[in-house]
């Protein structure tokens, strides 16, 4: 089991809903982060929070709208997305300082209609 | 210039053998090289990661070669097993790896 936990684990949406990814860790890191990850590709960064701040913005477009409510807690609001969108979202967290590697959850699966 | 670049994009190992994937960047501003892997409907697990200064680190049946002047590395994995089978990634990050680019990754299939 991984100790960044993503909820839900699959989400089927439409073009028009409204609906939310949640990350949350509890080993302490103030660094979280979002990513895409489309079939056989690698995860592309999306987000990046230090200390509650979004720091790194990877020229996401606005229909994604993350939040960082505590150290704890990361969120990805989505609203109005496209077929396209359709992917695994992953969060992951780390230690800010040094060389400190990220620790990815398992992500969420993300079917657009 | 971000960009890490890793080969081969697949590779089929038997069960005992060496799996080796390369791994090269430009950016001499990366100063982590992780290692991860993935399973299907998995999230990227760390596996083995190195820092530019050490040429060398070796976890288990994982061991990473890492040659600053060419600016390559690799990761061995002796003795593979089917259990080794999945998606690794190489990547490498800077600035307290608020950057941080993933390699293309390379689909290992072990045969039993």
């Known amino acids: 089991d991984t100790e960044v936990t993503q909820t839900p684990k699959h989400l089927v949406m439409g073009m028009t809903n409204k609906k939310s990814l949640k990350c949350e860790q509890h080993?302490?890191?103030?660094?979280m982060y979002w990513y895409k990850q489309k079939a056989k590709k690698p995860p592309e960064l999306m987000f990046v929070?230090?200390?509650?701040?979004?720091?790194i913005n990877e020229s996401v477009p606005s229909r994604f709208s993350p939040e960082c409510p505590n150290s704890s807690l990361l969120n990805l609001h989505l609203h109005a997305l496209q077929p396209e969108d359709s992917a695994l979202y992953l969060c992951?967290?780390?230690?800010?300082?040094?060389?400190?590697?990220?620790?990815f959850g398992d992500g969420t699966r993300l079917s657009i209609l | 210039q971000q960009q890490v670049k890793q080969s081969p994009q697949s590779l089929i190992v038997q069960k005992g053998g060496i799996s080796i994937i390369n791994c090269a960047y430009e950016?001499?501003?990366?100063?982590?090289f992780p290692w991860y892997q993935q399973f299907p409907g998995k999230g990227p697990a760390l596996l083995i990661a190195?820092?530019?200064?050490?040429s060398e680190k070796k976890e288990g049946r994982f061991t990473i070669s890492f040659n600053k002047s060419a600016k390559q590395f690799s990761l061995h994995i002796m003795d593979s097993q089917p259990g080794d089978s999945a998606t690794y990634f190489c990547a490498g990050q800077y600035n307290y790896g608020q950057n941080f680019v993933f390699g293309p990754g390379t689909r290992l299939s072990v045969l039993p």
């Open positions: 992951a967290s780390s230690l800010i300082g040094g060389n400190q590697p990220q620790h």
């Open positions: 950016n001499t501003a990366f100063d982590y």
């Open positions: 190195i820092r530019p200064d050490v």
């Open positions: 929070y230090s200390y509650e701040k979004l720091s």
């Open positions: 080993m302490g890191h103030r660094a």
